[in-house]
Nanobody
Framework: QVGLVESGGGSVQAGGSLTLSCLST?????????MGWFRQAPGKEREAVAT????????YYDASVKGRFTISQDNAKRSLLLQMNSLKTDDTAMYYC??????????????????????WGQGTQVTVSS
């Protein structure tokens, strides 16, 4: 399995920005794996925020973050990034990085469920205050 370590979470006021980073701690080539960011707020189910298939850089965004968040893969640094702008209080959650095998939905930019991912980081907390 790939070791995934998230960083970059914190507290910010509404309208602010944060960049989350997920470092792969092994030498596994994630180019042909589905990579994604999920989040889970207290009392709610884990939901997909954004995914990327690095080989063709096709992305998917949940409607709630489209236009505000950007997912990208830095292959040289083995890092998955999530740039979050115009943050809202509803974005408050624990954010998780995930990696999974090739999937027909991920490769074409469709929603890929959490159970399709087989490797998860420990999470980083994002808190947005009004």
């Amino acid at each position: 399995q790939v070791g995934l370590v998230e960083s970059g979470g914190g507290s910010v006021q509404a309208g602010g920005s944060l960049t989350l980073s997920c470092l792969s701690t092994t030498n596994t080539d994630n180019t042909r794996r589905c990579m994604g960011w999920f989040r889970q707020a207290p009392g709610k189910e884990r939901e997909a925020v954004a995914t990327i298939y690095p080989y063709n850089t096709v992305t998917y965004y949940d409607a709630s973050v489209k236009g505000r968040f950007t997912i990208s893969q830095d292959n040289a640094k083995r890092s998955l990034l999530l740039q979050m702008n115009s943050l809202k209080t509803d974005d408050t959650a624990m954010y998780y990085c995930a990696a999974g095998p090739w999937s027909s939905s991920c490769v074409v930019g469709l929603a890929t469920p959490a159970n399709a991912f087989d490797n998860w980081g420990q999470g980083t907390q994002v808190t947005v205050s009004s």
